[in-house]
């Protein structure tokens, strides 16, 4: 529901954070978690823009860069700053994404930008398993009521429901059997 008050738009949607119990230590899935989602190249990114590469450039770079259609554009380790209140949880949250996927959505409508990369959690639980947490995409880029938009969307929970698959974690539901 899109609510407007003079040029203020109120688009009330419904998110669902789903976590993964992952059942593997923390530090163990947090390596693969990385490994699987490795950092963007900044240095070939940065020659490409100083180039201004054609698409067809980038996308092959993009692919090269994200062996499982992801990589991180930003990680904050929460554990060292809260660790100075003294809390003892250990907790990675991340920007990952996929700017070629991403400009599927920003030609349309670039406000999509305030989900994509998509913000994703690796934290540990009681017992030190990790844990992954992420809002499911579908739900956020649906709010943008464009079909083109919502499809990506759909594309995204499917490429987030191979990744936990890769990682051998469990896959939500909610991920394969999002229309």
């Given at each position: 529901?899109?609510i407007?008050?003079?040029?203020?738009?109120?688009?009330?949607?419904?998110?669902?954070?789903?976590?993964?119990?992952?059942?593997?230590?923390?530090?163990?899935?947090?390596?693969?978690?990385?490994?699987?989602?490795?950092?963007?190249?900044?240095?070939?990114?940065?020659?490409?823009?100083?180039?201004?590469?054609?698409?067809?450039?980038?996308?092959?770079?993009?692919?090269?860069?994200?062996?499982?259609?992801?990589?991180?554009?930003?990680?904050?380790?929460?554990?060292?700053?809260?660790?100075?209140?003294?809390?003892?949880?250990?907790?990675?949250?991340?920007?990952?994404?996929?700017?070629?996927?991403?400009?599927?959505?920003?030609?349309?409508?670039?406000?999509?930008?305030?989900?994509?990369?998509?913000?994703?959690?690796?934290?540990?639980?009681?017992?030190?398993?990790?844990?992954?947490?992420?809002?499911?995409?579908?739900?956020?880029?649906a709010?943008?009521?464009?079909?083109?938009?919502?499809?990506?969307?759909?594309?995204l929970?499917?490429?987030?429901a191979?990744?936990?698959?890769?990682?051998?974690?469990?896959?939500?539901?909610?991920?394969?059997?999002?229309?």
């Open positions: 529901m899109t407007q008050q003079d040029r203020v738009f109120d688009v009330v949607y419904e998110a669902h954070r789903l976590t993964v119990d992952t059942g593997v230590p923390f530090d163990e899935f947090r390596q693969r978690y990385e490994e699987a989602v490795p950092a963007l190249d900044r240095v070939v990114f940065d020659r490409l823009i100083q180039e201004s590469a054609d698409w067809a450039t980038v996308l092959g770079a993009a692919d090269r860069n994200a062996p499982h259609g992801f990589v991180i554009f930003w990680s904050l380790d929460n554990s060292e700053i809260m660790g100075l209140s003294g809390d003892t949880w250990r907790s990675v949250q991340y920007l990952m994404g996929n700017h070629t996927i991403a400009q599927r959505m920003f030609h349309h409508d670039p406000a999509v930008m305030e989900y994509a990369p998509l913000r994703t959690t690796v934290y540990e639980d009681q017992a030190g398993a990790a844990r992954f947490a992420i809002d499911q995409p579908s739900r956020q880029f709010a943008f009521g464009n079909p083109a938009i919502t499809e990506v969307g759909i594309e929970d499917r490429k987030v191979a990744l936990l698959d890769f990682l051998g974690a469990p896959v939500p539901a909610q991920l394969v059997e999002s229309e």
